[in-house]
T-cell receptor
């Protein structure tokens, strides 16, 4: 029983395409996140949703649009993909949005833009 | 603003010898601190966390960390390394204000030789 799952695991696409990554958690958590890990393994928060509402929106190009249809799902849609979007994208969830809450991470989606 | 500095990008140890991964943090408020581990091509797993309770925190797989406010440090240790400990380790800070925003260090790669 995977706690936080992401699909697809690998995504290879051409520049200019639009793609989506899906995330689901079965932990009953209220809060979900998207992180980007670059080629140097540096992780940075992109977005956070609490009870389907956007609460954190870091400086991310507006080509990236998160959507949370319900508390258990947080999807990431990327328009007009660029070479610099190549990275590993991690979804995470936590019981609540408080600073001491442990975040549980998915296995990651490796996006390669050619 | 919060930040994390992991003082070593790589640490090499022999199996059975102690492990020390160093982390310094900067925070305007009382922080929560975490160590996460990432095995190759895997997601992130929480090792341990500090949230203003006991300053010596015990985690999974024999790891522990000590919060030292005077030194703004949160070093990770293990008495005896196993081959399976070889992975990337991230020190993470979350400030106790507003929503949970994790700031990651750049990671320390732990190499374990037989």
């Amino acid at each position: 029983d995977t706690a936080v799952s992401q699909t697809p695991k690998y995504l290879v696409t051409q520049m200019g395409n639009d793609k989506s990554i899906k995330c689901e958690q079965n932990l009953g958590h209220d809060t979900m996140y998207w992180y980007k890990q670059d080629s140097k393994k540096f992780l940075k928060i992109m977005f956070s949703y609490n009870n389907k509402e956007l609460i954190i929106n870091e400086t991310v190009p507006n080509r990236f649009s998160p959507k949370s249809p319900d508390k258990a799902h947080l999807n990431l849609h990327i328009n007009s993909l660029e070479l610099g979007d190549s990275a590993v994208y991690f979804c995470a969830s936590s019981p609540q949005a408080s600073v001491a809450a442990t975040q549980y991470f998915g296995p990651g989606t490796r996006l390669t833009v050619l | 603003a919060q930040s994390v500095t992991q003082l070593d990008s790589h640490v090499s140890v022999s199996e059975g010898t102690p492990v020390l991964l160093r982390c310094n943090y900067s925070s305007s408020y009382s922080p929560s601190l975490f160590w996460y581990v990432q095995h190759p091509n895997k997601g992130l797993q929480l090792l341990l966390k500090y949230t203003s309770a006991a300053t010596l925190v015990k985690g999974i797989n024999g790891f522990e960390a000590e919060f030292k406010k005077s030194e703004t440090s949160f070093h990770l240790t293990k008495p005896s390394a196993h081959m399976s400990d070889a992975a990337e380790y991230f020190c993470v800070v979350s400030e106790s204000t507003g929503y949970s925003t994790l700031t990651f260090g750049k990671g320390t790669m732990l190499l374990v030789s037989p």
